[in-house]
């Protein structure tokens, strides 16, 4: 029982050292500013213990406090007891105790160690592209493989190139109908770990409300073959409808965030820019903020600079922030300066350091998204393709197979047997292409709610696809009829 427990408490630690490493550049930046200003360490774990952003270094901070004040221990000394849990966190402490009891350079010191863990966050974050990049190399692979499977079942299971199932016999298309979308959706589940989203999800509820009535009238027309040769047509409709409002919101949402990272960036340039000309700390806000050109970002930037002319204080201000804005970065970054500020206005170099830090994680940002755009087009491309030759093929094959039957009865029946198969095909690409889009969406901007324009793209192309297949605009069978 000892061993197991001892286990337990291991494999806890090891959670919780991850959890802060995960906040360990931020703590280090803020550290780092608030030393600059002149604040020592107790003072430091005062405020940190404020900011619910860093739960976990808050935790910790609120730990070291507590021994502080009721054992009446040393601050350093406790600082340097923390080292024993042996995480990074506990490192850094050690460190910082060092520079400050041998009387070196400790801002010199903290603004390596902000640098060196800004540099290690990089890594993770290119490290987190490339495994993306491998998720959807994968996907494209296995686009493939259900191709092949397509074409191997067709050609083996139809009259006149293969053999036909028995009556008792389970038809393998049957089987492999649900490949593509079942593929999908497990690539889906992959992708939720990899790309963390930094705009919410949409309702799901309203986008069940919105969607599923036309997906219901679509599947329960089918069966009924009110309109047999549109049952493709009314069912790709209804998957665009279905997306169209939560793409339209969440473009809004997503175009937000964007602007929110980039004009957030420049506020903090502008603040420190106006400080070195000699301007007080609020008033180089409300000037920074007051700017029309931060897109959709402006309401929220003008909100913070009216609300500095009426008086408001600063902590009312984070709170209306917070309130329109959800990414962590923008709210650390905004909820540094006004520690800063209430501190004591902050001299130059804090200032411009908090500068550097903001367009540095703005600039890791926006090379991970870059990174990752071409891998759209690619998989816009790969699925078209495969989506058109499975139908392709499949239509080819079967079409074949009927002509050079001589029996006409026989070939009626396949010929009939052939549109059933197209049409179930065409089912499976359509809801395929659907979450396929949810995919894309998934890996590009870190939400599934992103992916609903990318579906509405890649139902349009499959119904192309099944258009031009079906009207004869191109086919194999025609050519060699």
């Known amino acids: 029982m000892s061993f197991i427990k001892k286990h337990e408490e291991a494999d806890k630690k090891k959670k919780q050292n991850k959890k802060i490493q995960a906040e360990l550049p931020f703590f280090i930046t803020i550290v780092t500013l608030l030393a600059t200003s002149g604040f020592g360490p107790y003072t430091i774990f005062l405020k940190i213990k404020d900011m ?182 009314i069912l790709g409709a209804a998957l665009i409808v279905s997306a169209i409002w939560p793409a ?72 209306f922030i917070k309130k329109e804005v959800n990414d962590f970065q923008i709210l650390i970054n905004f909820r540094v300066l006004f520690e800063i500020i209430s501190a004591g206005g902050g001299n130059v170099n804090t200032l411009n350091t908090l500068a550097g830090v903001a367009e540095k994680m703005h600039n890791i940002e926006k090379e991970k998204r870059e990174k990752l755009k071409p891998y759209v087009m690619v998989g816009f491309m790969l699925i078209a393709i495969t989506g058109f030759t499975t139908l392709l093929v499949i239509e080819s094959i079967t079409s074949l197979g009927s002509q050079l039957e001589e029996n006409e009865v026989k070939r009626a029946a396949l010929e009939l047997e052939s549109k059933s198969r197209f049409e179930l095909l065409g089912i499976a690409i359509l809801v395929q292409s659907w979450i396929s889009g949810l995919f894309l969406g998934k890996i590009t901007t870190g939400s599934y709610s992103g992916g609903f324009m990318y579906s509405i793209f890649l139902v349009g192309i499959s119904i192309g696809a099944i258009v031009i297949i079906q009207m004869k605009i191109f086919s194999v069978s025609a050519i060699f009829g």
């Not at 502080?68 to 600082?79: A, E, H, R, T």
């Not at 409300?286 to 500095?308: C, E, Q």
Request: aromatic share 8%; net charge neutral; proline share 5%.
């Open 52 to 233: 619910e952003l860093l739960p976990n270094v808050r935790l910790e901070s609120m730990r070291i406090l507590k021994r502080i004040d009721l054992l009446g221990k040393d601050p350093l000394i406790v600082m340097t007891e923390t080292n024993e849990r042996g995480s990074n966190f506990g490192d850094f402490l050690n460190g910082w105790v060092s520079a400050i009891q041998s009387g070196g350079d400790v801002v010199n010191y903290l603004t390596t160690k902000m640098n060196s863990a800004f540099e290690l966050y990089e890594s993770q974050q290119s490290e987190l592209a490339k495994k993306v990049e491998t998720v959807i190399e994968t996907y494209m692979t296995m686009q493939v493989v259900v191709l092949a499977v397509y074409i191997i079942i067709t050609a083996t299971s139809t009259d006149g190139v293969g053999s036909t199932p028995g009556p008792n016999d389970i038809d393998p298309l049957y089987l492999v109908i649900i490949m593509p979308p079942a593929v999908s959706a497990l690539f889906l589940v992959i992708a939720h770990k990899l790309n963390k989203s930094k705009v919410s999800e949409l309702d799901w509820k309203k986008i069940l409300m919105f969607g599923i009535p036309g997906i219901i009238v679509a599947a329960a027309l089918n069966p009924m073959s009110l309109l047999p040769d549109y049952n493709l047509y």
């Open 248 to 319: 339209l919101k969440f473009k809004n949402k997503y175009q937000f965030s964007l602007d929110a990272q980039s004009g957030a960036t420049q506020i903090m340039r502008d603040v420190a820019e106006a400080r070195k000309a000699g301007l007080g700390p609020e008033k180089c806000v409300i000037r920074s903020t007051k700017r029309k050109d931060y897109g959709l970002f402006n309401p929220v930037a003008n909100g913070v600079a009216n609300k500095l002319e009426w008086g408001m204080t600063l902590e009312d201000i984070f709170g």
